[in-house]
């Protein structure tokens, strides 16, 4: 029989082995961008919403309604009331 030396023997694909190296480089960079992905948005949202969870936001909330109602207040205050007078 003849020998056809242009027919593989392996498919194509599995004959390609990669270096160790390729491959832990590839594990470090897909550990890195799991990181990015999934741990570091929720570290940037808890920092970002410090504030929140710390209580400051909730005391400057109060903070604002006193004011607006001390305002309100002395606007009140100066208004003269008006009265029914009903004589029956």
């Known amino acids: 029989m003849e020998d056809n030396s242009l ?8 004959n390609i082995t990669l270096p160790k190296r390729t ?3 590839v594990k470090k960079v897909v ?3 799991i990181e990015n992905i999934a741990v ?25 309604q006193a004011q607006i109602y001390s305002l309100g207040q002395i ?3 100066g208004q003269a ?8």
């Not at 027919?7 to 599995?14: A, C, E, L, M, S």
């Not at 969870?53 to 400057?60: D, I, L, N, V």
């Open 7 to 14: 027919i593989q023997k392996n498919p194509f694909g599995f």
């Open 81 to 88: 009331r008006s009265t029914f007078n009903v004589k029956i």
């Open 23 to 25: 491959i832990q480089e």
């Open 31 to 33: 550990q890195q961008e």
């Open 40 to 64: 570091n948005p929720v570290n940037d949202f808890l920092e970002s919403a410090d504030s929140v969870f710390s209580g400051q936001t909730a005391k400057e909330i109060r903070k604002y």
């Open 75 to 77: 606007m009140r205050e």
